[in-house]
T-cell receptor
Framework: DTEVTQTPKHLVMGMTNKKSLKCEQH?????MYWYKQKAKKPPELMFV???????INESVPSRFSPECPNSSLLNLHLHALQPEDSALYLC???????????????FGPGTRLLVL | TQLLEQSPQFLSIQEGENLTVYCNSS?????LQWYRQEPGEGPVLLVT?????EVKKLKRLTFQFGDARKDSSLHITAAQPGDTGLYLC??????????FGTGTQLKVEL
């Protein structure tokens, strides 16, 4: 099973709403990531979790709050977002986590978020 | 910061044509990966190249890693509409990051 699943597939929210994105993998991977991707652009790294601890935060605004409840799950909590936050949010995982930037990353299908 | 520049940025061709996508950097990379992303989906890994001069083939796709490990190319023979997508190269960059290339948007028309 080399699948990373993400829910929901689509999300529309107002600027005052609170919502969460969910990511799950059952490959035994110890590194998990959140990326933001605008149309026809490469993914931009937001957060890296390694062994369930936040390893990298790429200066992401606090209205995005990641959470890693266990080694298989990764959440992204959203609050008071802006219209410019509308994008495809991708989750990925990789095996080892120690030198994660050299590992193959497996991506989920993404959540397409629209902020009105 | 290590940058990966891809060219061309956009490519629209007819079915059956051949094409080459380039991924260039001024920095040395220990390895490079190529991903394809179809509309509405996440990137899917196509190949990883790790040795300078390495050539890997995946059906109609041929990947090459430059001798100096600063560049890579992807050649598609007899393109098909199913090859349409965003092609991304990526490699371990500075600051413990995976650096993505600037992307090449390919459209193959009937």
């Amino acid at each position: 099973d080399t699948e990373v699943t993400q829910t929901p597939k689509h999300l529309v929210m107002g600027m005052t709403n609170k919502k969460s994105l969910k990511c799950e993998q059952h490959m035994g991977h110890r590194a998990m990531y959140w990326y933001k991707q605008k149309a026809k652009k490469p993914p931009e790294l937001m957060f890296v979790y390694s062994y369930e601890k936040l390893s990298i935060n790429e200066s992401v605004p606090s209205r995005f709050s990641p959470e890693c409840p266990n080694s298989s799950l990764l959440n992204l909590h959203l609050h008071a977002l802006q219209p410019e936050d509308s994008a495809l949010y991708l989750c990925a995982s990789s095996q080892e986590g120690q030198m994660w930037y050299q590992e193959t990353q497996y991506f989920g299908p993404g959540t397409r978020l629209l902020v009105l | 910061t290590q940058l990966l520049e891809q060219s061309p940025q956009f490519l629209s061709i007819q079915e059956g044509e051949n094409l080459t996508v380039y991924c260039n950097s001024s920095s040395v990379f220990s390895s490079l990966q190529w991903y394809r992303q179809e509309p509405g989906e996440g990137p899917v890994l196509l190949v990883t190249v790790v040795t300078g001069g390495e050539v890997k083939k995946l059906k109609r796709l041929t990947f090459q890693f430059g001798d100096a490990r600063k560049d890579s190319s992807l050649h598609i023979t007899a393109a098909q509409p199913g090859d349409t997508g965003l092609y991304l190269c990526a490699g371990p960059g500075g600051g413990n990051k995976l650096t993505f290339g600037t992307g090449t948007q390919l459209k193959v028309e009937l």
